[in-house]
Each structure stands twice: as structure tokens, then as C-alpha cells.
């Protein structure tokens, strides 16, 4: 827009259609020591993250100065790349974000089944009638988040000298999405276009009051005297007032000022009669003014017309009361001057006095409006608008264009890539994302516009260009991101692409936020992502010291590669001479792997390992003969067990006698375990199985693969040895 | 606009963030590895967790290995040696940062190491000072120390016309970041060197048939073969018809389409859509945003720049953050 | 503050934004008829800052909520627990840095008296995932997923602490509930449950894991509650819309109230993770009679896809809420069993009151 600066306060603007200077930001780092280097890395969604690196200086540390920040040698900071302007703060804008969830969702929805709708029946009418009535009620819920409603006019006693109700001051955004809704969703002020803008402008004048003097804020200013000023009609500020106010249509505002005259009051009436009499017949005139709209709120003044031809037969009797009371001859009586010349002005308002209204009025927009009021009731068709708006702005120009004027120019002139990028400047990527289903009903031509598949885009439209955007800004914030994929599911090009990227960039450490990203998960059926996201907890957890809940997750990605790793880890114990509490650490690592499917190489082995060495190390503490009869029928079963490596073989004969939790009286538990006191354990059968194994082992020694257990090396003879005892024992008992 | 997040120690020379942005790795002069973390969720608080001195020499590059194989980095050093260093648990439930692999320089310096992760392995690639490229790749998922040379190249597209020996100063590796099953691992690489040939950026893909890896496109126009290559950034494709990669030579920062189907010859179709100038001098690093639309550089001039195609493809500089103490 | 009250049915709903996070929240019902308080965990994401709060509530008017009492707490709270003694109400609250605070507050005007913590190193490794106050505010026990078990014994002055079990990480706990002066219960992955006796130590007495086989659906208790009339009977809730009871007495066999088992044919009112579980012990005392010692008592969940619901067993399932985002934690008032106190995880609370 002319004039436009960029100040820094602007939000960033992606993808408008022009090309524009590169908006300049300052970065501080308050280091002392000038930058060396810098490096950058993009955090969640649009967050920049810039670390500073000081140079070395060498001398510092020799100054001494004792300044703590000697000590620092660069900084980290962060940027969002979405600050706009300060008029809403972040938590409301997060409320905004979490309230607008619904409404689009449901939209959403309601297109989804429409379309398949129409694609079978061809009552298209009867969809178009409804589909307005959907738009309507997203913009209303919309508009409902933005703040609160007007309030309601109170009957109830009111301070005669309150002409302005304090009110909660309105946003701009809300101004901007009123405007949107008025245009392109509300269908039925489509043909009241200009009743629909007076009614705009009386809510959210005053904040064009930040850029200079309105309508607004001279009856702000007019107020603060009313309650000091005796005869307010002496004052030229009230009829200043008064004739603005009715130049922008605030009648009700008007109305109650002139009943503020002095004329009116009780001590006055007598010599004042013709005066109040004048007085009273344009307040009347006023509060009879025909306009051409359907309804108009309680307590609002004025008379409503549907139709045009109604409408002219009343506005042409309206404008002839008006000159016939110019042309009375009451004027003559009256001497009051400051009165007689304030009502003549009002009269000339009324009458669309082009020079009046330009007088009375300070914003092009209020001109404007009085205009369409006063001069051109039948404005119609954009067109037309649009020209009036520029004479306007010519009778009245601004050295810069506030916001919603930028906006308005752009609905005006009927561009809609204009709109876009106003919205997208001024109101940021929320505002876009969820103003282009009012656009896109708009009209025919903006939905052509919108939802073209773009080659420059990646293959996208705009209407899905900007959901993403937005998507990414809710990504940014850690309270956000999980909204962001109702906005992603609606892209049908790319959004599932960045969801997962999002998903993917999920902290997994702590359960609760991993859970979270996980129901997202299973929400979109986004499997792979999700046992990704698991591997990664799993070896986050398996490598911090949380076993367990390693395993947990490994099992729930059913990362067979990685726990069947875990698994061969614990082959390495087989045989190895380990404490009690690890050994307690490596029989809960069995139970957890264990819980799941048999999958796992080798997990049976394990198993049955586990038990042999148990009991011996029951053994050990003494529960003798039960528990020694058991460790012989785990032995038997894993020297049985084709599945048991042959590696393990003699390490497992050889076990027993560096059963766990060894102690050097405790050794040679095997030989206590052949060559128990009572009887032999073994039989002759078991005894032989055992002596074939070792005489297998003796051959495969002399192959070339074989590999060595780390173990004595007589190891092979003293298990023999116990073994050929056995056997002999045993041949006795038998 | 800017919020503070962390201080750093005096003598750090670089830095670099976990996939969450949740871990800072950072690297100082005197070879010291310095970890900062969020230890709480959603905080934007950092704590140092650890000071460990990794080597004798500076650490100038830190990169985080994928954290589907851990909490590691891999430290490039001055002298021109790699280490990977990782957290583990030592002692109950004490977690301490340990060397689990030192790869020696020899006469050859690592330039830049980059980690790919395939549906199967991890793999490693690793730019020398010599030109020439190795890739490793993982051999145990649990064990960050068992790596496998898988190939040795060189970064030239004719092998055979291939001649000298190079000298380079700095190597730039970029892998592409699609994990998919239809896709198969492929980086961009180029290099800043004495010898033009090895300089152009060039994607290498792998070609799982012949377990080799292969040029499959140059980005550089015929008379800019030669120009020395800064650095190089694939953009993340969420569904784009085409990859998105940028290239920074000493002529601007350059941006090419990379068609995603090779023709017979096995080739892939590129065009070159912009070149941006705005950095005065060496353009240090460029980074992708999560949606591949935004790619913000820094460089000698200390200016990060922030750059956007418009609605018409039209790239331009969006914004430029200017640091001020 | 934006509210909304509306009606529905015999329930009134007030919805209350806080421009925070709520971590967790809990009713603290002293000694005076006129007011109650909301204790909040609250998290400010823009200054990152951690506190809780004190919150009177007016009984005519319960949205006009007005700060009582606030304390800035050193991290992000995990849980809070309050004691159920209106002469001697006691707030603990757990961290995820794990460290451990006792709040003393005065009965009748619930402002802060006093404070007591622990924050050693050696106490947690890493965040606590679970406390409880035992009835009398004397003891709480705490777990978490490094494993550890511990017991603090909560003096005037001081604390101390005991160990009661370590797995050194190998099975991580996310739950704990106290089930009589001398027993408490803990739940962890792999929907499991372990039961404990002071009496009797060296490990849990009971063990129960519940392996419903399906698949890649995670599977982790998040909360758990024992009604104190039946000790014998802990109720979990947990992932993919799991509420189960587990009876002591019958230990092979846990009652599935909601979930998706296959074979099972329970109504779930929810597929997602139930964050917490509470015996309902609104209107119980006129129906207790009917319902048999066999069965389990009402209860009520809430759940990450936006349920509040009360289950009664071999019943439909009787949703109060369904919100568009999760609800992150609930609590019914004990004096008062018709109100309820809900976080949204919109940075906004409801208070329900059924009528």
C-alpha cells in the first residue's frame, strides 16, 4: 500500500503475490566481545533459533575487570518469526488458536459430506442454500472468539449525559473478520451493503482514532466537557458533534445530544419555545430517517424499508419535511444564533450537502459512509463502491493507510489476491487460514482462485499453502502443536507430509508427551510414524539406565532388529561368573524380553539357562537335594535342546562350577553336583548324553570355526573327569 | 522478538541442536564438550548437564547422530580427526558422556560428516581434505562403535578423467531427509577446493542393486563447474513434485529443482530457479525450515537471511536479522 | 477470565481459561462451610515459570474463582496430592526434576503456613511419575520410572525418606495409591500392578500383569485408585481406553470395566489414554445397598480424546463431558461428591456440579 513502512513490528509475510525489501530485524546478543562466528538451527514450526560465538580475546582475562559476563562466550537466542503486533497477547491468541479448532473442524466436515452429497444427487440449489447457512455459522463462532458481542442496549436508567458508553475496546481483528463476514459470508447483508458498513463503522470507529481525528474521538472529547458545560448549546464542540454523529449515522447519539439543549429545560421552555420547538422537529426528523435494511436493533433509530421502491416513496417524503423545515419561518424567531445556524447545518446534512459532510467528517471512511447515508443511498455493486471510496480518499487523504483500510480497499476493488495479503500482512497466518473458507464462498472466481493447484507451490493451492503456514505457526508452541494436524488433515497434498515431519520433531522422554504424540498418531494411522517415534523412546530409555521401560517401547515398535540385539548382549553372560545384582538385572532383562512373542532368536534358551542357573544357585544357599535334582533337569533339558548354541556347551557344563554368586568355598559345585554324597544325580543315560556332547566338542575343536570358550584351560578335563565319575557311580546304583 | 535461552562458555566454537530442539551440543577451542538440556517438558530453561574434555584439539563441528541410534554426536577437530561421543548410563542411573569411536586423521582431514538413516542402517558419510568421500555404515543399532566402510569415492562425476590430487579447505554434505521405503538414500555433496572438477555440488544416490553409490546430477551450469561450493542444503519434501535443494558458491546462494524419476541413463533432471545474492563474502550454513518453504542463511557479512518464494516461484529475501550487541 | 455456565440436564457446567497450563488440580475442602479451594499446578509457558495455587470458590457463584494463596514452585509439578483432613490440610506435590514439596496450610483460610521438601539427588533419578499421602498426612509414598520405591515419613519440621525398593530402572512405576496404613499399590508398564505390605519387605507381595495381547498399543497404568471401604480391590485406568479392577482375592482374573480387548464385549467410552481413575462416591450411599460386594463401585475416568465418564460395572457408560481436547486430570469433591473439578488441556478448568 502507498506509504506503507515496514516497521519491525509487522509480521512476517509469507507468499504474497508482489515481491517487496526484505523487512530488517536487530538481533541482540549484548556480548562485549564482537562476534566470531554465528550458526543457525529452526526449533519447532517457525522458530529460529541463532547462537553467537564471541571471539577469543586474549587481553580479557588479564584486564581482570571481574565482570561475570568475561566468562561468557556466546548466547543462544530465539526468534518467532510470527511476532505481530502487540494488540493481542499470547495467551489470548492461544484461545483464539484453541477456539477456532471447532467451528473449522465442523466446517470441514460439512464440506467433506456436501461434496459427496452433490456428487450424487443434483439438487445443487438447495446445497447452495445451505452451504451459505454453514459459512454464516463458522463466521459467527468465529467471530464470537474474537470478543465479546455488542452489548445489549440497557433501558434501565441511564445518565441523561452519557452519550458514549464506555465499552471494552474492540480489536482490529475483530474489525477485519466483521468486514470478511459482511462481504463474503453473510448473504444477507449482500444487498444492504451500505446499511451493513454504517453499522461496521459505529463499532470499531474509534479505532481508527490511533491514527488521528475521527468522529469518535471528537464525541470522546465532547463528553468529557458535557458533564462541566452549562448551556451546552453556547458551545460550537456540540454542534460540532452533533452534526458528525449524524453525518456517520449515529442517530440514537445524536438524538439524545439534542435533547441535551438547554431549550428543554423546565425554566427555559417559556422563552425558548419556538427555539425548542425547531429543536424537537429535527430530532423527530432524525429519529424518522428511512433507511433501506431489514431490521434494525431495539432501540436504534430511523425507519426500515425492504424494498426499494418503499424506500424512495418515504425518503422522498422524508427529504420534503426536511426542506419544508428549512423553508419555515420559524427560523426568523428564533435568536438563539449558535442554535438556529447548528440545526441549519444538521438540515443540510440530511439534505446531503456535499460540503457539509465533508466539513463534519474527518476519516475518508467516515465521508465515506456519510455519503452513502445522505448522498447515494442506492449504492450497489462493488464497482461503484469502489469509486466512491477513492473520491473519498481523495477529498480526504491519510499520510498512511490503517490496516482495515487496506482490507477494505482490497474487498472493494475485487481483487482477492489483495485481500489475501492484506489479511496475511496486517492479521497474520490465523486470519488467512480460516478468512479463505469466507472467501472461497464468496464468490465463484476467489474459489477458482484459491483451490488451483499451483506448479510454483509444489503442486498446492493457496487455500492450502496458507493452512499450512498456519499449521506452522501452531507447531512453534509446545501448547499448540497438537491442533495443528486438524488444519494438516484438511491439506490433501501435503499436509500428512508435514505432520509427520512434526510428529518425527516430538521431545520422547517423558511418557505423558510421548503418549500424546502416540493417540495423534493412531488418530491419523500414522503406524510407521508411531513405532519410529517409540523405536526412538525405546533407545532413549534402554541407553539412560531405564531398562525396562527400553524394552517397553522397543516391544510396542516391535523393533525386532534392535531387541533381538538386546537379546544377544545377554548371551554374553552365559557362562560369565556375575554378582548377585547383576544377575538380578540380567533375569529381569529375560522376563521383560520374555513377556513378548517367541520371536526373539535364541529367548528360549535363555529361558531354560535362566532356570538351570537358579537352582544352582540354590544350590549354593543350601537348599540341597531338590534344587540340585532340578538344576540336573535344566542342564539335561538345554544340552538336549537342539537350539542351545554348541559355543555354550562347555561353558554350561563348566557353569556349575562358577555358578553366580561365587564364592571360592562354593566352587567345584559341579563335581558337588555329579558327585553328590547321597546319590548320583545323573543317570547313566543323562550321563552319556553329557559325555557325547563333550567328545562332539573335542571333534569340532579341530575345526577352523570353532571358537573358544573363554574358560580354563583344563576346564574340558575336569568335566570329564567328574562325568567318567558319575558314570561310575551311577552304573553302581543302577 | 529474540528470547534468550542459553549463555555459552567462553571459547565456544560451534554449536548444534538435537532433533527436538531440546539438547545443545556445543564444541570449544580447547576441545571441551559442553551439553546443555531441557530437562523438564515444554521448558524453554537449559541447564549444562555436562562438561567433557573430548579432545586435545579444537572441536569445530558438532553433529547429532539420529536419535533412533542414541544421544550422540560426532566432533570434527581441527587436526582433522572425527569422534563420536555418546551418553550412556554408567553406574546406576548416572549418565556420563563416553568416546565410542575416534576415527584418526592421518594426512587427510574430515571436512564434514553427515549421518543418512535408510528403514535399515544407519550410514555415515565423510567429506575428506584430500576429495575424497567415504561412507560407514552401522553394524550394530545398539553399539555406536561397530562401523563398516561401505564405499570410498571421489566427488567427480567421470571417474576416469579424474586426475591430481585435491586440496580442499571445506566440504559440505547434505543428505536427503525423506526416510522412505520407495526411496533410496542419497545425499548432495560439493566441495571448496584447488581442483574444479571436485568442487561442483553433486547428488549421489545409492544403488541398492550393485550396493554402489552413483552421480546422479551436478548442480552447476556448464560455466560454473568449477566455482567453490560453501555450502549445500536439501529441503525437507512434503509432497512436492520435485526436491528443492540450495547451493552456495562464491556467485550467490543458488536454488535447483530436482526432478524426482532418472531418465535411461540414470540421470536426474535439473533446473536451477534462483540465484540470490545478499550475503557479502562466504555464505557459512543454510537451513531448511520444517516445511521446506523457508531457507534461513548466515554468513561473513553476520546477517541471517530469510528467504521465500512467492506466489509466482519468484524467491526472494524475506527478511534479514541483523545482529547488534 | 471467560466462562460459560450452562445447563444440561441437572449438571451445571463452569468453564473457566487460565492463561496457564494446568499440570494438575485437586479440591482442598477445610474446615469452613462458606468457601472451598481448588489447589492448581499451574505451568506459564511464556515465562516458564511453575507454581501452584490456592483457589477460593465461591458455593453460590463458582466461577468467580479468586487466588487465595500461591507458591513458585522450582519445576514443573507431575502430581499433587492432598490430604483428606479438614484440621490438617496438607498439599504434596511431585516435580519432574524430582524433587518432592509438602505444603502446610491453614484450615481455615487456606493460606500458606509453611513448606517442607526434598530435593536430593539421590531420592529420584529423573522425574516422579507418582505420590500419595496416606490418610493421615503422615506418610506419602512416591514412585517413579527410574524404579525406585520410596517411603517419606512427613514430620513437623522434617522429612525423611526410605527406600523401599530400587529395580535400577528395570521396571519403571507411574502410579501409587495407599490402600491401608501399612499397604499401597503401584502400577507401571504393560498395564502392571504390584501390591506392597511395610510388613513384609524385599518386594511386592502381589504382582499382577495384564497381557491383553494386542498388538503395538501401548499399555502403561496411569492412575489408580482403591475405595477405602475395599482395599482388597485397586481400579487402574490407563492406555487405549483401559479401566480395570484387580481383586486380590481373585488375582488370575482382573474386571475389565472399558478398553478394546478383543474377545471382551465391554462398552469403551473412550479409545485413548485414561489419565485418571476415581471411585465415584456420588449418590453411592443410597445405592451402595444394592450393589453387591462382588461388584465394583461406580467409577469415573477421564481420557485424552476429551471424556468424562462414570462406569458402572455391566452398565452403559454415562459420558458428563466430551470436550474437543484431552482432560487432563478431574477430582471429586470428598465432602461434597457432586462437584467436579476438571483440567482441559486448553489452559482451562471446569467445575461440575451435579445436581
Known sequence: MPGRMSDPSDSLVPFSPDVRDPVVYSLHHDLKAPISRLSISWSKGNCLRVSFFGKKSSNSSAEGSGNSNDQIGGKVVEVKLSSEDGEIDEAQKRRIAYGSVSPFALLQSRKNSMSLLSKMSMGSSTYHVEWWEHVMEYSKDINLLLGSPKPLPSPVIEDPKTVLKAMEKPTCLKAAWELMEIFYADKQSQAWLPESLVDWLADYDNLLSETGTTVYSKLVDLQKELVTLQAVEDNPKYWEGISSALAVGWLEIVVKLLRLHGSYQLDQLGNRETENGLVEAVAVLISKMPRIRTELAVGRLGECYKTKPDFVKAWEKWRGQITKLECSAFWVQCDHRQTREGLKNVLQIMLGN????????????????????????????????????????????????????????????????????????????????????????????????????????????????????????????????????????????????????????????????????????????????????????????????????????????????????????????????????????????????????????????????????????????????????????????????????????????????????????????????????????????????????????????????????????????????????????????? | MEKPLVMLDKGTNCSSWNYCGQRLATGLLDGTLVIFDSLEPDSSTFTCTSRTKAHGASITKVIWVPPEYGDAVACICADGTLLLWEEVEEGPQLLKWKLCKLFESNATQVLDVQFGISLTSLKMVVAYSDGHVKVYELLDPLLLNKWQLQAEFQNVIDSVAMCGKASCLSASISWNPQISESHHSSFVLGFNSDLPQFNSSKVWEFDEAHQRWLPVAELALPGDKGDQVYAVAWAPNIGRPYEVIAVATCKGIALWHLGLNADTEGRLSVEKVALLSGHEGEVWQMEWDMSGMTLATTGSDGVVRLWQSNLNGVWHEQAALVSTS | MAMVAEGVGTLQIHRISQPKYIDALRWLSPLSAFERFAVLALHDSDSDVSSIEIQALNRSNPSNLHLQSSWASPARISTLRVSQIPQKPLVAASTYMGSLHFLFTDPVDASLESELSLAEKSFHAGPISGIDLQGTGSECVSVGEDGRVNLVTIGDSKLNYRRVFDSHGLVSYTAAKWASPAEFATGGLGFSLQYWDQRKPGGAVSQFKGNWGRGNMSEIVHSIDIHPSRKHILLAGGSSGTVFAWDLRWQKQPVLLSGIVPGETVVSPSESEVWEVQFDCYMQSATIGNISSGQILPVMMCSEDGILAVIKQGEQPMEILAEPCAINSFDIDKQNPSDLLCSLEWESIVILSRQ
Open chain 1, 354 to 734: 456535499t460540503n457539509s459532510l465533508n466539513t463534519v467528517t474527518s476519516h475518508w471512511i467516515e465521508l465515506y459512509i456519510s455519503h452513502f447515508l445522505y448522498v447515494r443511498p442506492f449504492t450497489m455493486g462493488l464497482e461503484s463502491m469502489y469509486s466512491l471510496a477513492q473520491k473519498c480518499m481523495q477529498l480526504k487523504p491519510t499520510s498512511s493507510t490503517h490496516r482495515l483500510m487496506g482490507l477494505l480497499l482490497g474487498i472493494l476493488g475485487e481483487n482477492t489476491e489483495v485481500v489475501l495479503a492484506e489479511c496475511s500482512r496486517s492479521f497474520g497466518p490465523w486470519m488467512v487460514a480460516h478468512a479463505v473458507e469466507l472467501l472461497t464462498a464468496g464468490s465463484k472466481q476467489a474459489e477458482i482462485l484459491l483451490h488451483e493447484e499451483r506448479y510454483n507451490l509444489g503442486g498446492i493451492s493457496i487455500e492450502e499453502l496458507h493452512r499450512l503456514v498456519y499449521a506452522q505457526i501452531l507447531s512453534s508452541h509446545a501448547l499448540t502443536w497438537q491442533i495443528a494436524p486438524i488444519y494438516l488433515t484438511s491439506c490433501t497434498k501435503q499436509g500428512m507430509g508435514l505432520l509427520e515431519i512434526l510428529l518425527y520433531k516430538q521431545p520422547i522422554q517423558h511418557n505423558h508427551l510421548l503418549l500424546k504424540s502416540l493417540e495423534i498418531c493412531r488418530l491419523y494411522e500414522l503406524d510407521s510414524i508411531s513405532s519410529n517415534i517409540m523405536k526412538i523412546a525405546g533407545i532413549h530409555h534402554w541407553k539412560h539406565g531405564k531398562k525396562g521401560s527400553g524394552i517397553f517401547w522397543l516391544q510396542q515398535a516391535q523393533d525386532e532388529v534392535r531387541l533381538n540385539r538386546i537379546a544377544q548382549q545377554l548371551f554374553d553372560f552365559v557362562g560369565k561368573s556375575i554378582s548377585d545384582e547383576s544377575f538380578k538385572q540380567w533375569e529381569g532383562l529375560i522376563e521383560l524380553l520374555g513377556s513378548e512373542a517367541r520371536t526373539v532368536g535364541g529367548l528360549e534358551f535363555l529361558h531354560k539357562y535362566r532356570d538351570f542357573k537358579k537352582s544352582l544357585q540354590q544350590v549354593q544357599d543350601g537348599h540341597i537335594t531338590d534344587a540340585a535334582r532340578q538344576a540336573v533337569e535344566s542342564l539335561i533339558l538345554l544340552m538336549k535342546n537342539p537350539s542351545t548354541p554348541q559355543r555354550f556347551w562347555l561353558p554350561l557344563l563348566h557353569d556349575s562350577r562358577t555358578g553366580p554368586g561365587i564364592e571360592a568355598e562354593k566352587r567345584g559345585s559341579l563335581v558337588k553336583l555329579l558327585n553328590w554324597s547321597e546319590h548320583p544325580l545323573l543317570n547313566i543315560s543323562q550321563t552319556n548324553l553329557l559325555l557325547n556332547k563333550l567328545q562332539e566338542l573335542s571333534m569340532a575343536k579341530l575345526h577352523p570355526d570353532f571358537i573358544e570358550a573363554d574358560l580354563p584351560p583344563h576346564a574340558l578335563n575336569s568335566v570329564r573327569l567328574a562325568l567318567a565319575t558319575n558314570l561310575g557311580r551311577a552304573f553302581l546304583e543302577e
